[in-house]
Each structure stands twice: as C-alpha cells, then as structure tokens.
C-alpha cells in the first residue's frame, strides 16, 4: 500500500511520467481541471487514498485482535473469554440454556449470536472447560449439535478451579461502556496448548495443535525443575501420528496422520480410529471416489461408528488385505499431511513462537498467578489477625466502656485510640479509624459471650495460614510444582494420549494402486497405449504406472501410460516400469552399427528421466537387436549364435550361455560376442535365476519389512520361505514375506519359519485354571490358527521357537511351609509333538508363582546340502516366476 501511494504522489509531482504527455499525464490534467470546476460549484474534493489505508489498516487489525488469533495470556479468542466469563456469571451450579448463555454474551459480544453459538460448541466438543448435556454433535461422525435452544451447559469443576480468579483480573469496558469484562481471564495452566486454536485473519492465519492434557502438566512440571522436555500433538480422533517433522509446531513444520486400520477378517479392513480434520463422512466419501477412480477395489463399506469409530471396509476375493491397507493410505483421507502454524497475541501484537515457548510462558504465568493470589490471600489473613488482634484487646481489656460516658461521636473513637495505645505494641501494623469503628459496630451480645480460649486459638490457627503461605511465597517453584500435581491427580483420569506416535514409512503409490486398465502394443507401427485394443495385449496396469519400451534399433524409453504414445517403429519389449528394481534384468545381444561387431550384455534399469530416449547399444546407425529377454529374477538363459557363411568361416554355430556374463549398468557396450555377420540367435535353454535369495529385515519402529537393513535381520528368503508370526493372543500363522505386510503391535514371534521344527508354549487354561504344555507343528501353512483353548481366560505364558526349549517353574508359598524348589522342565522330554489343536498336558497341580524361560538346550541341525555360490543383486521381487504379461520367464525375442 506505502509503495503504490509513494507511486501517486510521484506521479502527481511529475505528470508528464517523465516522458512527456502520455496517458496518465492527460488523466491527470483532466482530475485536477475537474476539481477546479467542482471547487467552482462550492463543492470540496476530498482524497480517499489515505482512508483506505488507515481504514484497511485498522480493519486487519481488528480481525487479527479481535476475532482470529488467541491471546497468549490465557489462550482464548474474545468470543471464547466472553463465553467463559459470560458462563461465571450465570454459574449457580446447574445447567443453563445455550441460548441463555449467548443471549447473556451478546451483552459483551458485537457480533451475532451464531458466531457466539458455534464457538460455544467448539469449546464444548473438546471436553475440557464446559460440562455439556445434550446433542452437541460428534465429531467422529461430523453431525452438528442441536439447536442452542435444546442443548444445555455450565462450567466444569477444572474450569471453575483453573481459569477464574476475579481478585486478580483486570478489567475493562464492554463495547457499549453498561458492562465490565475481563482483559484477559487468570488461566493457570497451558490452556491454549491443550484445546488448540485455529483462525484466518487478514493476511495472517495461525494453526495450533492440540496436546495431551497430562503431558502438559508433566513438561511444566520439567520447565519448573529447569528439566528439558518435547511436546507433541494428541488429537482427539486419536489415529497414528507422525511427528518427526513437527518443528515444535513452527512455520514449516508437518505432522503427518493417519487412521488405524487393522484385518478384522481375510476379505474385511476395519477403521477404527481416523485422521484429524476429518470424519467418519468425508472419509468414506474419500474411499469411494478412489474405488471409483479405479485406485482401490471394495466390494462394500459399512459404517457402525457410534460411541468409538468402526468403518468395516469389505474387499472382493483375491486382493490382498495388506496392499489395500496401503493404498487407503495413498489414495483416501486415510492419511494426510497437517502444517502447523503456532502463531498468537501478545502486547496486541502478532508473534510466531514454538509451542515449547508457548509453554514455558504459560507456565512462567502461571507461577506469576500463583504469586498474586498467594499475596492477596496473606493480605486478607493479616488482616484478619490484625482485627481479631484488636478485638480481643478491646473486650479483654473492657475499652469498650471507656466510650460510656464519651457524647461525641469524635470522643468515642479518642477514647478507644486511647484505650488501646498501650496493648498495640505487637500488631504487625499501626490502628486506623477505620479499624476503631469496626470495633465500635461489635454487638453486646458478641461481648457478653466472649470466650477467651476460642479467641487465641483462632489467633494461633490464622497464624499457622500465614505462616503456611509465607513459606508458599519463599519457595514459589515448589508450590507451583504442587498446583500442577494436584491438578493432574484430580482430573487426568481419562485423558490419557489417544493418538499413536510412530515413524512411517513412505508408500509408493505405483506398488499398491490397482491395475484398472489394459496395455496394448502396436510394434511394427511404434504405438503403445491403452486404447489400442485392437492390436496385441501387453498387462494389466493403472493410470499411474510408468512403462518401459526397448525397440530393435537398440533405443529405450520410459513414458506415462497413455492412450496412444509414439515410441518408434519396431518395439520388442513393453513391460510396466518398477523404479529402483534391480532384480529384473534385460539380456541382450546386438549389432553395432550397420556392419559392426555383434555384442552381449546383460543390464538392469533403475532410474530414468521420462520420455528420453537411452541408446542401449552405443547409437550408430544401422545398430540392430539380434535378442532380447527380460528376467524378473535375473534368469540366464543359454542361446545358439548361428553365422552367415560368409567366406572361410570355419565355425558357424556355438552356444553362448548369459551366466558367464556380468551385469552392468544399461550403457555399457558389453562383451563382443562376433565379427562376423551374424544369421540369426537361437534360444537353447532357458536359464535359473542367478540372484541369491532375498536379504530381509524388520524394522520396529515402522512395523515393517525391508531390505535396506534397518532394525532385526530376519534371513534369506527364497520363493519358497514363510514368516512365522506369533501374536500374544495366542494366534499363529505364517506369511509370505512381502514388503507390503502390515503387523500388529502384539506380535510377541517374528521369524523365518522353519516346518520341520516343532513350536512349544506353556498356557493358562481358563476353565480349568492350571498350567498347560503343547508342542506341535504347523499343517496348513495358509491357515490362521488359535494355539489357545475358546475360554475368555485363556493366556499365553511362554511360547518358544526352540528345538529343545527349558522353563523353570517357580511356586507360590504355602502358608505355614517352606517355599517348594523351584522346577526345570525339558519341554522336549515333558511332551511329544502333538496336533496343534490338541489341549496338551498338564504341568501341575500346584500353585504357580511364575514361570520363566531359561537358555535352551543344545541342538545340532542336519548339515545342508551344499551349493554353488553365485554373484547376485539384493533387491525385492525374489521368487516371482511370471513376468508382467503373465508368461513364463526367461522369454526371450528372437530377430533375423
């Protein structure tokens, strides 16, 4: 505004622009002959400029002061302290009506009563300043409270403790000079930190989280112990939070949320917590647009959310649980992304602080709070003593009766000066007027039944008030450290944190989308897409998916699927690209350059820039492609190079076999394989795969499986290997170890399964309330199995994964006896291998303290038959025989 003002008035001083009569030059001769003509006709020209900068100006600020940003003082907007105070006036204990309630704020509020009546039910909602009684909407679901006319409210126990003390408010005129409100309210806690604010004002908008109550008044406690401490949202939807880059709530920072999604059966997902920001509504609205969109596939959703959120997501058989599991994260409000923005009032000015420096002023408040009414509390006792003081000398000492013969009333109030001169010499301050007529307003019958003894004693009880809160004021910290214990003792019950903190890993939206469409290829034309469903059939994929194309002149390129793309004439391998992938490699064999040498390769591809054109041979004219195959599993297959019998060749026809030749990256020119002019390759036998089984690891801070080695290595895993998981409600299954797996949080075994080696656990059998023993195998590896018996009491004690596992039995004390040794047990000897849904047996009658697991004993596996050991590439996609088009693979493409 300053620069465009500063531009008029340049443009006033000069209107020739410097350049002579243009434009604004005539506009501005003509302005200034208007205004003579105006001022001619007796009428003043006023200039608004200026108005619409103070008034724009005064505008903003009100907006940001008065409307959208809270006060760091105690955490409210002037709607929400005039609600509050507003609710301590009508307080008598019982409900009133809302409507009551933002009819009686109006008196403070100049805006209307909606505004009033929606942020009523904001504070309501959060459950923390307001006892609420009636529908005052769910924000699970999304449903609006009922009208203000129907709902009722009053203040709660914390509220009335924590936000209200008036003998240490300042006040102030209300808008209309008939009422006094609070400046801002004495809150003795970080108020703000707990409910979260959010507001858009002018050019200034500001986003603060909320926070766990009981974590609040731990981390004062800390800043008051001169202890570091770290703050992080709790929402009260609860969900999965990342909070890693939280950046203590400032600009730049991201929390990234998410809901918690488990298997409630083998096609069923259920929802039972959600994301902040959101509801039960938007959030199924979010899975149907992507089941729509071709992103997920559902066969139905169904919502029982009532007290607690349960979304029941029901899937069509064959897609796998874990996969959609990522992809409601990928495609749906099941996760998003929130940008804090800690920005507050303070002095009437903006100010951008972390939420640790919020708090620590919050809490430095507090302590200052603390110290004003401690204070005002001495003051008033001292003053209670000083007139208790007074009193007895006066009636002990019988003064009073000096004023019998007293006719003035000037003489009564001498006289009594007088009378108590000589007894004044232990008050803590001199005697006033005021104190004399006090003890002038003493009733006769107060005198008359005086009791000495109750007298001293209540002098001796004010004194130990006095002296409890001289001690309070000298050591200010320690009490205030007791203010915050106390209050967390008397209202933290049922406010633990609800959401989960935990790292997330990143999801790859191409793994888990599914294919909605079909590829097709034109290869003599050079089109690929996926409306040429005419010409031959290449894979499934989706409408984010990259694709891969190699033609016979040597040149590759990756593209977006499309409808119809230009690749290049001749195209010999379409496939959907995997970034990163370097399991997958390309074997080929090409000339290079018209009448070059002919070369072998094998190579993989891992990242590309998209739609560039790579040269996979070294992009002479006339290069040509002899073969080409492509191997999920680094497959080496064998082929047969037969010549042109071209001059004295002797030798025609030999094999060649692609094991003997090393991968390398895409532009490497490759081994030469001829000079001769070569007829035509031949496959003879297709290959293994050279790549050793997959390296995996489980990370415990992300619940997941990787091959990155971070967190515990789990083993190598061929096509045919499964995970063993153990939960500690006693079910047991094993899995295909993919990357996509989603664990529970009370998986108690984690490991490479191994069927010939027999599991054994010791159970407490509810029905029966002793301890039993099992071993057994596991028969259907696809099958989930419960180990325990159906009764609700049933626990898991021990379970090991040893060959041959040892307990050690401690016993209860009998009453009266000798505590009973305590008892190894050789699981292996104790009972033999036994179906897994056998009872077991017994393993005592005796009362049992506990029972631990001791190191096992030594076992000696069977030597495995050795192997040839291959140079191989860790990478995922380990054991999967089928290519992108679903055929057999080594595949390879034969060219005269």
Not at 229 to 254: C, E, H, M, Q, W
Not at 331 to 349: G, H, M, V, Y
Not at 398 to 415: N, P, S
Not at 432 to 453: G, M, N, P, W
Request: proline share 4%.
């Amino acid at each position: 505004m300053e620069e465009n003002d500063d531009l008029n008035e340049s443009q006033e001083h000069n209107p020739s622009n410097e350049g002579g009569e243009g434009l604004g030059g005539e506009q501005e001769q003509n302005n200034d002959s208007s205004a003579e003509n105006i001022e001619e006709q007796g009428e003043a020209l006023t200039r608004v400029t200026g108005m619409y900068k103070d008034w724009f100006l005064d505008y903003a600020s009100y907006v940001i002061l008065e409307r959208a940003v809270p006060a760091i003082e105690d955490g409210f907007k002037p709607v929400q302290r005039r609600i509050m105070h507003s609710l301590r006036e009508l307080d008598d204990g019982r409900y009133n009506k809302v409507a009551n309630v933002v009819g009686h704020t109006m008196q403070y509020h100049p805006h209307g009563d909606a505004s009033i009546a929606d942020a009523m039910v904001q504070i309501g909602q959060k459950d923390l300043l307001i006892d609420t009684q009636g529908n005052w909407g769910n924000i699970l679901t999304g449903d609006s409270a009922a009208a203000s006319r129907y709902i009722e409210a009053r203040l709660s126990k914390f509220a009335l403790e924590v936000v209200f003390s008036p003998k240490i408010t300042e006040w102030q005129l209300s808008y209309d000079g008939r009422k006094k409100e609070p400046v801002q309210l004495p809150v003795k806690f970080p108020l703000l930190l707990a409910q979260g604010a959010e507001g858009i004002a002018v050019g200034l908008s500001t986003k603060i989280m909320p926070h766990n109550f009981v974590e609040l008044i731990d981390a004062s406690i800390k800043h008051l112990q001169g202890k570091r401490f770290k703050l992080f949202p709790d929402f009260p939807t609860a969900g999965i939070i990342d909070v890693s880059n939280y950046n203590d709530g400032l600009r730049g920072g991201k929390i990234r949320v998410r809901a918690k999604i488990s298997q409630h059966s083998k096609n069923t997902l259920v929802i039972s917590e959600i994301p902040y920001g959101t509801n039960t509504s938007s959030l199924i609205d979010s899975i149907l647009k992507a089941n729509d969109k071709g992103k997920i596939k559902i066969k139905k959703i169904e919502d029982n959310t009532a007290a607690d959120v349960e979304i029941l997501v029901h899937l069509p058989t064959g897609i796998s649980p874990d996969k959609t599991i990522d992809a409601l994260y990928a495609f749906t409000a099941c996760e998003s992304s929130i940008s804090p923005l800690a920005c507050i009032i303070e002095d009437n000015k903006p100010l951008f602080i972390g939420v640790s420096e919020m708090l620590r002023r919050s809490t430095d408040a507090t302590v200052d709070l603390l110290k004003q009414e401690l204070e005002i509390q001495l003051g008033e006792l001292e003053e209670q003593w000083h007139f208790a003081s007074l009193e007895r000398i006066f009636i002990e000492n019988r003064i009073y009766r000096d004023i019998e013969e007293q006719e003035t009333w000037e003489g009564v109030i001498k006289a009594i000066d007088e009378g108590l001169k000589p007894f004044t010499k232990n008050l803590k301050r001199a005697v006033t007027e005021d104190d004399i007529v006090r003890l002038t307003e003493i009733r006769i019958k107060r005198i008359s039944k005086f009791d000495l003894d109750k007298a001293q004693e209540n002098l001796d009880n004010l004194e130990k008030k006095i002296a409890e809160i001289k001690h309070h004021l000298e050591h200010l910290v320690d009490f205030a450290i007791d203010y915050f214990q106390n209050l967390k003792e008397k209202y933290a019950a049922g406010r633990e944190r609800k959401s989960e903190i935990r790292l997330f890993e990143d999801i790859e939206a191409t793994k888990v989308v599914i294919r909605n469409t079909k590829l097709y290829v034109n290869r003599e034309e050079g089109f690929v897409g996926t409306s040429l469903k005419r010409d031959e059939y290449v894979t499934d994929c989706s409408d984010i998916d990259d694709i891969i194309a190699f033609t016979r002149d040597g040149q590759m390129m990756v593209f977006k699927v499309d409808s119809k793309t230009f690749i290049g004439k001749g195209i010999i391998h379409v496939a959907v690209f995997k970034k990163k992938d370097k399991r997958t490699i390309y074997n080929m064999i090409y000339r290079d350059g018209k009448g070059g040498a002919t070369y072998i390769k094998r190579f993989n591809v891992t990242s590309v820039t998209r739609d560039k054109i790579y040269e996979m041979g070294q992009g002479k004219p006339g290069t040509s492609v002899y073969y080409f195959s492509a191997n999920p599993n680094g497959e080496a297959e064998t082929v047969t190079i037969n010549l042109r019998n071209v001059g004295s060749i002797k030798k025609l026809k030999w094999d060649v076999d692609f094991a003997d030749v090393l991968i390398k990256g895409r532009s490497s020119k490759g081994n030469i394989v001829t000079k001769y002019s070569v007829k035509r390759v031949e496959l003879k036998e297709k290959g293994l795969s050279t790549l050793k089984p997959r390296k995996l690891w489980f990370d415990e801070t992300v619940q997941r499986l990787n091959i990155d080695d971070r967190g515990e290595f789990l083993g190598e895993f061929t096509s045919d290997d499964r995970l063993l998981i153990v939960t500690q409600t006693g079910q047991v299954k094993t899995v295909i170890p993919e990357l996509t797996l989603h664990f529970e949080n009370d998986i108690i075994v984690l490991e490479k399964w191994n069927p010939k080696k027999p599991l054994s656990l010791v159970y407490w059998e509810g029905e029966k309330e002793l301890f039993y023993v099992k071993r057994f195998l596991i028969d259907h590896p696809d099958k989930e199995e419960n180990v325990l018996t159906d009764h609700p009491k049933s626990r898991l004690e021990v379970f090991s994964t040893d060959f041959r596992p040892v307990v050690e039995v401690v016993f209860a004390k009998k009453r009266g006896q000798d505590r009973k040794d305590n008892w190894e047990v050789d699981l292996e000897e104790f009972i033999s291998v036994k179906g897994i849904t056998a009872m077991g047996n017994q393993l005592t009658k005796e009362k049992v303290l506990e029972i631990n697991p001791l190191e096992p004993l030594p076992y000696e596996p069977p030597e495995p038959p050795k192997t040839e050991e291959i140079e191989v590439i860790d990478e995922e996609n380990v054991g999967k025989d089928k290519s992108e088009d679903g055929g057999d693979r080594p595949q390879g493409t034969l060219f005269d």
